[in-house]
């Protein structure tokens, strides 16, 4: 997982060293365009085609369309904020998870973790003004639809991951993306640089390889304990930020994030107790059953 987030980081800076000269869908497009061909490599290796199979067409859609509005004001954001700032922001998706799992998923939030993703969510409104002049830039705001869009996406994941395999559900969010925002890109496409192919491929590699990664953590430890290395994305970005572009962010964001991040891991923590006490419960019941 540590290693899927730095490659996700550095695949971000690329994004943003493209959207300096190329507008904003446009580089939603490469971004999905890049990652198409590392996908369907391991199909023409290993020839499992039947794992795209799918009969839930209209939810790959809807996810896809949600994808282009996520990555979009993701780019957006990079564009006009350093990636710290924006990593900041994002990091209140999980927060926005467990709130949108109860009218979306009928599932129950203690009173604890709403009172967690309550502080989160002010620790939001106090980054929304990252650069101190003025109450939420459009920058933030892109930063803030990113992280809703990637809620709502996260929970329709949920739905269709139980029908439908990983390969499917990674490989028609990728394509429908790219073709949606393709076609929104079309009418201010500009001219590509030959200079830039590296970047792209970059993207592509990165985005794939780190995909590989995350799919592999998730499949060898659970959530609970897996799920706290993507806040690792934040140290990532001041990195970045001030290897590539020569910034820091301030103190009110470093404020800001920490208390998003506190409030997310509080939420992993009561995930990871809820986890054990139902596990010592089903046990309980077996052995009640047996004797």
């Avoid at 925002?181 to 830039?196: F, I, N, R, Y």
């Amino acid at each position: 997982m540590a290693g899927a987030v730095a490659l996700f980081s550095a695949m971000d800076a690329l994004l943003k060293l493209l959207v300096e000269r190329y507008p904003p869908m446009q580089v939603t497009t490469l971004r999905g365009l890049a990652s198409l061909p590392f996908l369907l490599l391991p199909f023409l290796i290993r020839g499992r085609w039947h794992r795209l199979s799918t009969g839930r067409w209209h939810w790959h859609l809807g996810r896809a369309a949600i994808g282009v509005v996520m990555l979009f004001s993701f780019i957006f954001a990079v564009e006009r904020l350093s990636l710290a700032n924006t990593y900041s922001i994002f990091m209140c998706a999980p927060l926005l998870i467990a709130a949108l799992s109860v009218p979306l998923l009928r599932e129950h939030v203690a009173a604890g973790q709403w009172i967690a993703i309550g502080v989160g969510l002010a620790g939001v409104l106090v980054m929304l003004r990252p650069t101190g002049a003025g109450w939420m830039t459009l920058g933030s705001l892109a930063a803030l639809l990113s992280a809703v869009c990637y809620a709502v996406s996260a929970i329709a994941l949920r739905v269709l991951s139980r029908t439908e395999t990983k390969e499917s559900l990674v490989f028609y969010f990728t394509l429908f993306l790219s073709i949606g925002a393709g076609l929104l890109a079309l009418p201010a496409w500009q001219s590509m640089l030959l200079s830039d192919l590296p970047l792209i491929v970059g993207v592509g590699f990165l985005g794939a390889t780190a995909q590989h990664l995350i799919t592999e953590a998730f499949r060898s430890a659970p959530a609970s304990v897996v799920a706290p290395f993507e806040y690792t994305a934040l140290l990532w970005g001041v990195l970045l930020d001030l290897v590539v572009w020569n910034v820091l962010p301030g103190a009110i964001t470093l404020a800001g994030g920490a208390v998003v991040i506190c409030a997310g891991l509080y939420l992993i923590a009561r995930e990871r107790h809820a986890s054990g006490k139902r596990a010592a419960e089903a046990i309980i019941t077996d052995k009640s059953a047996l004797s």
